[in-house]
């Protein structure tokens, strides 16, 4: 510590230690001249030896100054003032370094903002690495978090020593008013354990957390803790607000306090706007029984925090020693769940295994951007190495260590590379504004925000990677440069040796460019023509001349005939509504994130060991749902008005369905049961062709249909075709809600197209992002390729010009120096093109629905790169055939 | 000075130098003639060796230095032992002594 404010001062007051130490010196000399004097030496000679004995005064200095320490610093700004003037003196070879690493640090801090904000982000609570996420995962989904039901976490909660505390939550949209008067809308909320805050260790700024006694009965306490986002959007940050209430589901419930700014709850998607207690869930939802005492039903996520010095590992071992004594209470199915405990990382890995990858492939993409980056730096440096041979010999001549000249050298580089960083940060900037996804609500009408941000994580990955680039791009050619050979050097030849070597050296780097270009472009290419083939795909169904509009009968509590009533007097009216063709109801959304599911057992099909049901995609549909959304029915009938609640169940599956369940086998008339009707039987009485349901990318899904009114549901949208532009009905609609019951929120309104369209966004936001980072790889490459191709055959001039002195003619060296070029592009080209090829089958494995790697690319890549090889090459053999064999003799 | 005198060997010079000020402040030139002094001219440091190894003790903290008024009355720079200088001092002098007895040992002077 002492150390480094001695050295400081000696860095920071160098006039006055510089000043202090000559006092101390020439005190020195004075006073053994005096002595000298004394023992009867004239002055002079006195002066003279006392300077002797003392040894050379500026060495003397410069060892102390080296004892002080401050060397090390002092070099480094010299090195920068130096570095900076070299740059200043080639301003066309820093602005394309520079611009180069700007390119490629931009790229990859743009990407990391995304992979920071969809799975390396830490969570916002203090000592974040000591929370974990438990699940109980079933054995026949292998990806995604298992809920945890109540009772299950109640139970972890009491036995589980591992934990300091175990939460539980879960998300929902409500339905929110300040009060009676006021129009209802729809908020992300979520359910939290009481112990929420506290085991977080988040303390509301105002007001309070919930307290234990707030988990205790059912229904008891209509609390709530408002988001800090939400607090300064709905009451301006009004301090004043804890203490008043706030309707939720027509429910009021006591403002008790505010969480903090920081915090945005516990995943990376969804961001609440307030908490209220898991107990308030039956009189929130209007459930005749309490959802929380139901042990088949997983909707909480659970997440614990470590005590000190324990694994997750560990904690599982306990979990399932739990597990184990709670089976008798467990029904079949869920025995079958195995509880898991995860990092926070590995949870959100898990969870979303497709995101996960796609980061891991951007990340992969955009860092063979940021090597072709600094292989055209690498390569620029080497090419000035040689303009700058005689300069570095002189400077070896003069005494300069090779090391010293080493860390100039790489000093240059770093403030390359540095440069290239902020210019670079400023390509972030831009990229990630076109990164920040806002898509519109869910299905379920929750919030989903995906918001990569330039903040202090992200400016630290660009530092790190500017530095990796300017040690990638630095020091071979440092090390390569200080191995100048002085004699050749100072006499102003050509280094002797070494060329061979030096050649070698860029004819792999040729071929490396040309084969990470390959590589990219390849892997580019096949995103883009997957991505985009997906996009043009047909969904399966109609998407124009649709408003769609969704409600919730819960949030205002409408026991299920009520509900039948609204929605039958809702469709009733919408249906007369001028422009309106057909007015129809459905469950789900296609391509919802929302969207239902049931437990199906198909009748006849043999499930493996262990497993007595699938999760079919389910959505209840009204009888005039297919006709209106044109969705063909293949075999069989569609619904009609008679399939109600006193006839026969029936049921709808789609050719995908049959495919996997009843194989080549009639399926009309076939059977089969689901979760919701427990020991019934649905008969089948159609089939739809497989559409899309979540995206256009996704492979076949089965697929289910049932009847609304025999499936009576509280939420549904009400999709609205009309023969105008659909978008002008949103407001009549609305209208219409408001005069059946001014408390019933709607949400989702807008045209299908729409909504798709917003779904589809990410996916199109991928294609750009991918193929601009192709396009920025090929440019740079292009670059980097022609001048290195250009440069190395321009410093064979005298060469050339010593064959042409012997009798080649034009033609002959033209087609040498051509061969040469298409070799080292071949070369370059046949690497590329293994690694691709290797790379592309991971790809199609990993990607369901990718474009594999497809002719266009396989040709019109190495043609390029060919091209621009040769194009390289031409231009300046051409010169250097065309000149004068004397003038190239003399040349250089 | 005569031609039989004999270098220091690496770090004894600090040792030196911290003996010297064990006794009281001094300055660069007033440390120099008393080691010169007490050593009776065999041990011969060189001037120009001196001022780096203040500077660096002075890093280490073993040393501080102030500015004050010389015996002629002229600014000079006094350096003197801080606490941790004392204990390095007592450390190396016990190493020094173990060192050079068990030297004699092996060369049979003892």
């Known amino acids: ?892 | 000075m005569g031609t039989d005198c004999i270098d220091l060997p690496q770090g004894t010079l600090d040792l030196l130098i911290l003996q010297t000020l064990a006794l009281g402040p001094r300055h660069g030139w007033s440390i120099s003639e008393r080691i010169q002094q007490v050593s009776t001219d065999v041990l011969r440091i060189k001037q120009g060796s001196l001022y780096p190894a203040l500077h660096r003790l002075e890093r280490r903290g073993w040393i501080k230095a102030r500015w004050g008024a010389s015996e002629n009355n002229r600014r000079a720079k006094f350096y003197e032992l801080t606490a941790r200088g004392h204990k390095q001092l007592k450390d190396e002098a016990e190493a020094w002594k173990k060192l050079t007895a068990a030297v004699a040992d092996v060369l049979g002077t003892a």
């Open chain 1, 1 to 892: 510590m002492s150390d480094l404010l001695y050295r400081m001062r000696s860095l920071f007051r160098r006039g006055t230690v510089e000043e202090e130490m000559n006092e101390e010196l020439r005190f020195h000399l004075e006073r053994e001249a005096e002595r000298n004097q004394h023992r009867g030496m004239p002055h002079d000679q006195a002066a003279r030896e006392a300077k002797m004995a003392l040894g050379g005064f500026e060495q003397v200095k410069e060892e102390c100054r080296d004892a002080r320490g401050v060397t090390l610093v002092e070099n480094f700004i010299q090195d920068l003032r130096y570095g900076l003037r070299m740059l200043r003196r080639a301003p066309g070879f820093a602005a394309v370094a520079v611009l180069s690493l700007a390119l490629g640090i931009g790229a990859n801090a743009a990407i990391f903002s995304m992979a920071d904000v969809l799975l390396l982000r830490p969570l916002p609570v203090p000592n974040p690495d000591q929370v974990v996420v438990l699940s109980t995962d079933r054995p026949d989904s292998p990806e995604g978090l298992g809920g945890v039901s109540y009772p299950d976490y109640r139970d972890f909660r009491n036995q589980a020593k591992s934990f300091e505390g175990l939460v539980a939550y879960q998300f929902s949209a409500f339905s929110i008013a300040k009060s009676v008067n006021d129009t209802a809308h729809l908020q992300t909320g979520v359910l939290v354990s009481d112990n929420f805050f506290q085991a977080m260790q988040v303390t509301p700024p105002l007001g309070r957390g919930l307290l234990p006694e707030e988990g205790e009965v059912s229904g008891r306490n209509a609390v709530v803790v408002l988001a800090y986002d939400f607090w300064r959007r709905e009451f301006y940050g009004d301090p004043a607000v804890v203490g008043r209430s706030i309707r939720i589901n027509g429910i009021d419930f006591d403002i008790v306090g505010v969480a903090p700014k920081e915090f945005t709850g516990l995943d990376v998607y969804v961001r609440p706007d307030f908490y209220v207690p898991t107990q308030m869930w039956q009189r929130l939802s209007g459930a005749a029984a309490d959802p929380l005492e139901d042990r088949s039903n997983h909707a909480f996520s659970v997440s614990g925090r470590l005590r000190p010095g324990l694994t997750p590992e560990k904690a599982q071992a306990e979990l399932e020693t739990i597990w184990k004594g709670l089976e008798p209470r467990h029904s079949e199915a869920d025995q079958q769940r195995l509880p898991r405990v995860r990092t926070v990382l590995k949870a959100r890995i898990h969870d979303d295994t497709e995101d996960a990858r796609l980061v891991t492939l951007l990340l992969g993409l955009v860092a063979v951007v940021l090597i072709i980056a600094c292989a055209n730096v690498a390569n620029l440096l080497l090419g000035r190495a040689r303009a700058r041979h005689r300069e570095i010999a002189i400077r070896m001549a003069l005494g300069v260590s090779r090391s010293r000249l080493v860390r100039q050298l790489l000093t240059e580089s770093v403030l390359l590379a540095l440069v290239g960083g902020i210019v670079g940060l400023g390509f972030a900037y831009a990229g990630i504004r076109f990164l920040q996804i806002r898509p519109p609500t869910s299905g379920d009408g929750l919030q989903i925000i995906i918001a990569p941000r330039l903040d202090h994580r992200v400016l630290l990955f660009s530092l790190l990677a500017a530095i990796v680039s300017a040690v990638l791009c630095g020091l071979i050619p440092a090390l390569q440069t200080s191995k100048a050979d002085l004699v050749p050097a100072l006499k102003n030849a050509e280094p002797g040796q070494g060329v061979r070597q030096r050649t070698i050296g860029r004819n792999a780097l040729v071929i490396a460019q040309v084969a990470l270009s390959v590589v990219l472009l390849a892997a580019t290419g096949m995103l883009v023509n997957g991505f985009r083939k997906a996009l043009l795909s047909d969904p399966g169904f109609r998407t124009d001349h649709v408003l769609i509009l969704q409600l919730d009968t819960s949030f205002v509590r409408y026991t299920p005939p009520q509900s039948q009533v609204f929605y039958k007097e809702l469709l009733d009216r919408a249906g007369a509504l001028p422009g309106v063709t057909a007015v129809s109801l459905g469950e789900n959304i296609p391509f919802g994130t929302g969207q239902n599911g049931e437990a199906v057992i198909p009748e006849g099909f043999q499930f493996p060991k262990g497993q007595s049901s699938a999760g079919i995609m389910t959505s209840a549909v009204d009888e005039n749902y297919f006709s209106a959304i044109r969705m063909p029915i293949r075999q069989g009938r569609a619904f009609t008005a008679h399939d109600d609640d006193k006839a026969p169940l029936v049921a709808i599956v789609n050719e995908q369905f049959v495919k996997t369940y009843w194989p080549n086998q009639d399926p009309l008339g076939k059977r089969l049961q689901i979760g919701s009707k427990k020991n019934q039987w649905l008969r089948v009485v159609g089939v739809t062709p497989t559409a899309k349901y979540f995206y256009l990318g996704e492979a076949p899904q089965p697929y289910l249909y049932v009847t609304f009114a025999q499936n009576p549901r509280s939420r549904m949208a009400l999709f609205t075709h009309t023969s105008v532009d659909p978008a002008g009905l949103a407001m009549p609609v609305r209208q219409l809600v408001h005069s059946l019951d001014p408390n019933e929120p709607v949400f989702n309104v807008m045209t299908l197209e729409q909504f798709i369209g917003a779904k589809n966004h990410p996916v199109q936001m991928v294609v750009e992002v991918v193929a601009t980072m192709g396009l920025v790889g090929l440019s740079l490459a292009l670059i980097g390729l022609y001048g290195l191709v250009a440069y190395s055959v321009a410093r064979r001039t005298r060469e050339i010009g010593v064959r042409m002195a012997i009798g080649a003619r034009q033609i002959d060296v033209l087609r040498m120096v051509l061969r040469q070029g298409f070799l080292l592009s071949l070369i370059g080209i046949g690497i590329g093109g293994v690694i691709a090829a290797a790379i592309s089958k991971a790809f199609v494995a990993g990607f369901v629905g990718l474009g594999s790697l497809n002719a266009a690319v396989c040709v019109l890549v190495p043609l390029l790169l060919m091209l621009v090889t040769l194009g390289a090459c031409y231009v300046p053999a051409r010169r250097a055939a065309r000149v004068d064999p004397l003038a190239a003799l003399r040349a250089e």
